[in-house]
């Protein structure tokens, strides 16, 4: 397997999608000759032409609108959005369309589309270009959700997600662009609903997701020298969530840590604690801990940022504080 980073493997996944299936393309702001806000897109502009990478107005209902209408005629487009952020305008098209066609008309027409959007705070990008919103998505039927972590992952997720017959939100945290990592060459996917173990471990488990699984790693390396053996997941994708994973786990280690960027308050670790307490409660010793942003909205000032964004530090102090 040769080294990549995050960016060039999502590249990798679009160009060896694009060229398997003409009928996927690409759509979005400055997607074309200018490669994508993060650069995802560079080089496939010149490789497919502007009929299958297609540059839009300053229009994000356009951009998911004309998504979920190529879809369902038979396309397989991948939409990107400058910003997760900027989804707003476009909830019509998402959540009242390409979300219940499939199952409004009976399970006759499918909606192939992945809409990419990168999001998480860290580059000084203030209150409207940093937020995590992967609950907003879980909470609607019909969508799935991935929220890769790795660069390996990037790459096997999304080809799985254009290979999808239904929408699939695909969220890029902007700090993971250039991350390295081992990606493995040729065609791969990784199938959604499926968690991976990053790290094996018997008194607490830490489920973290997209950049915070690099902090729960390191936090887990940490606690290892106090003698506290962290079990790490990332469920890769959120719906499907691979509950058993976690449950199993839990079942094991009698503890539960989550972490993750978006806002604690009705965030993705609602969600899994609730389930965990449904599935696995006598199993608990302890309550289960969220890390996660505090509820407000992200600060532009640097070091109010930082002290928004949950880190190493409070992992640990989660763990210490129930184990």
């Known amino acids: 397997m ?7 493997a999502l590249n990798e996944a679009l160009g060896s ?4 299936d003409e009928r996927v393309f690409i759509i979005g702001e400055d997607v074309g000759r200018f490669g994508g806000c993060f650069g995802v897109t560079q080089g496939l502009f010149d490789r497919f032409g502007e009929a299958r990478v297609m540059d839009t107005p300053i229009t994000e209902s356009v951009i998911v ?3 979920a209408g190529a879809a369902a005629s038979g396309l397989r487009p991948v939409a990107e959005l400058m910003f997760v952020d900027f989804i707003g305008v476009a909830l019509d098209q998402l959540f009242n369309q390409a979300a219940k066609m499939r199952f409004m008309f009976g399970g006759k027409a499918k909606v192939p ?3 990419r959007m990168p999001q998480g705070a860290g580059i000084g990008a203030a209150a409207q270009h940093s937020q995590s919103l992967e609950a907003w998505f879980m909470h609607i039927p019909g969508l799935k959700v991935a929220i890769p972590a790795t660069p390996a992952d990037a790459k096997g997720l999304l080809v799985s997600a254009i290979r999808d017959d239904n929408p699939v939100i695909f969220l890029e945290h902007k700090l993971l662009y250039g991350l390295e990592g081992e990606v493995p060459e040729g065609e791969y996917t990784v199938p959604f609903g499926q968690a991976n173990v ?3 471990g018997s008194d607490v488990t830490i489920v973290a997701t997209s950049k915070m699984l690099h902090t729960a790693l390191c936090a887990a390396e940490t606690l290892e020298k106090d003698g506290i053996k962290a079990e790490v997941i990332d469920p890769r994708t959120l719906v499907p ?3 058993e994973t976690i449950v199993n786990s839990v079942k094991k280690t009698h503890a539960l840590v989550l972490a993750h960027e978006a806002v604690g308050f009705a965030g993705p670790g609602a969600e899994i604690a609730a389930q965990v307490a449904e599935k696995a409660f006598d199993y608990l010793d302890a309550p289960i801990i969220r890390v996660a942003a505090p509820f407000c909205p992200v600060p ?3 070091p109010l940022e930082q002290a928004y964004i949950p880190n190493e530090a409070s992992i640990i102090g989660a763990v210490k504080s129930i184990r």
């Open 17 to 20: 999608e694009m060229e398997r």
């Open 198 to 200: 990053a790290r094996e």
């Open 300 to 302: 532009f000032s640097p």
């Open 65 to 67: 609108g004309a998504a």
């Open 113 to 115: 589309m992945v809409l």
């Open 241 to 243: 969530l691979d509950i």
């Open 2 to 8: 040769a080294k990549k980073t995050y960016l060039q």
